[in-house]
Every structure is written in structure tokens, then in C-alpha cells.
């Protein structure tokens, strides 16, 4: 069955760039979404299909995929950006999540 | 504005059912697919199952891991979304979120959809004796 695999964490300094990793098999070929969670709160779709932010999403956040790796970017970060990230995928009926990459800016 | 409001959440014994309930206002209720997903305590998301447009079927698709246990109705009139939860045991304990499923796509095996784009606040299900 697809895997994806994210870092557990990553740590951004205010006000600069973030990167989170999604990484698969050929993930290129497939559509990837991306979820922001905040304690305590239900997830929050930030990327569509690669690249899409949903309406009222900050153009702060956006979303590639290549190869193996698909990429969401936090730019400009901001102590509000704090949460748990996950990477999500369409295969064989399913659906499948990463784990998820908790995000601390510093 | 839109909203999701899970129900039916709470303790559980091993081997019992609950039923779970989405109550939606703000949407075109018919038009849309609804799913179900999962968080078990302290781990990450699970997609549980979803639940087509009577429009495209209304047909039903769920999770391996819950397939054959778990069902998922909806009732257009009221603009409500079911998960029927059979023969829980503790691995089924979590919260549970109902979704709308959007951004359709075809396969050889029918309709999908790419993301879950709007949620509810969840409704915490504990199976316990």
C-alpha cells in the first residue's frame, strides 16, 4: 500500500520561511492536500491539489510537488502558524495521511 | 455560514453500536459528499468513510479497517449525515469528524474526491468496559 512520510518537526524563526516535506513513491503523480491543526481544534484544509489554497487561506502558504516530494512552504511564519501539519493523498480507494510535522516558531 | 455539527459521542462498551450524527447547515446538503474521518488520542488523521450524492448514487466507501463494521447513511430531508459504529472495540476509540469531500475526480471505479474541505469540531468516541 502508498506510504507517505513526513518529519516529525520542524522549527521556523518568526518571520521567516518554513518547509514541510511529503515524501512517496512518484508522489508527483498524485494529488496532494495539506492540513493545518491547531491543539485542541479540528484540521483545516490549507492545499488542494498540489498547489490550491482554499478561500481565506493566507497567500502565505503555498504548495508544490516534484518527483518524489511534495512541499508545503509557510512564508513569513507566524507564531498563529504553531500546529501540527499533515500531508494527505488519493490511492486505490483510499485515502492516506502522513503523520503529520508539528511546527514551533521560534 | 457554514457548519458541521457532529453528536452521539461518548462512552462506549467493547461490542456494542453507536450511532454518530452530522447535523449541516449553510451547504446544499444534497449536492454534496459526506464523509468521516478519525483521530485516535495523541495520533494522527484516519479517514473513516464517506457517503456519495443521491445525484451521483449515493453510494458508499469506506476504510478497510472499518469496512463491514461501520455504515454511513444520510437523510437529505433534515441535512444530516449518520456513521453507524457496530462491534466497537477500543482501537475505535477517537474523535470523529464529519467532512464535506469536494473536489470530484473519475475513476474506473467511479467518483472520488480530492480533499475534505470543510469540518466539523469533532464528537469524542471512547470504547471502554
Known amino acids: 500500500s502508498y506510504e507517505v512520510t513526513q518529519p516529525l518537526s520542524v522549527s521556523v524563526a518568526l518571520g521567516q520561511t518554513a518547509s514541510i516535506t511529503c515524501g512517496g513513491n512518484n508522489i508527483v503523480s498524485k494529488n496532494v492536500q495539506w492540513y493545518q491543526q491547531k491543539p485542541g481544534q479540528a484540521p483545516v484544509l490549507v492545499i488542494y491539489r498540489d498547489t490550491n489554497r482554499p478561500s481565506g487561506i493566507p497567500e502565505r502558504f503555498s504548495g508544490s510537488n516534484s518527483g518524489n516530494t511534495a512541499t508545503l512552504t509557510i512564508s513569513r511564519a507566524q507564531a498563529g502558524d504553531e500546529a501540527d501539519y499533515y500531508c494527505q493523498v488519493w490511492d486505490s480507494s483510499t485515502y492516506i495521511f502522513g503523520a503529520g510535522t508539528k511546527v514551533t516558531v521560534l | 455560514e457554514v457548519q458541521l455539527v457532529e453528536s452521539g459521542g461518548g462512552l462506549v462498551q467493547p461490542g456494542r453500536s453507536l450511532r454518530l450524527s452530522c447535523t449541516t447547515s449553510?451547504?446544499?446538503?444534497?449536492?454534496?459528499?459526506m464523509s468521516w474521518l478519525r483521530q485516535a488520542p495523541g495520533k494522527g488523521l484516519e479517514w473513516v468513510g464517506f457517503i456519495r450524492s443521491e445525484s451521483s448514487g449515493g453510494t458508499t466507501e469506506y476504510a478497510a479497517s472499518v469496512k463491514d463494521r461501520f455504515s454511513i447513511s444520510r437523510d437529505d430531508s433534515n441535512n444530516i449525515a449518520y456513521l453507524l459504529m457496530n462491534s466497537l472495540t477500543s482501537e475505535d476509540t477517537a474523535v470523529y469528524y464529519c467532512?464535506?469531500?469536494?473536489?470530484?475526480?473519475?475513476?474506473?471505479?467511479?467518483?472520488?474526491?480530492?480533499?475534505?474541505?470543510?469540518w466539523g469540531q469533532g464528537t469524542t468516541v471512547t470504547v471502554s468496559s
Open positions: 467532512t464535506r469531500a469536494n473536489y470530484r475526480f473519475g475513476t474506473l471505479t467511479g467518483y472520488y474526491f480530492d480533499a475534505f474541505d470543510i
Open positions: 449553510g451547504i446544499t446538503f444534497g449536492d454534496q459528499t
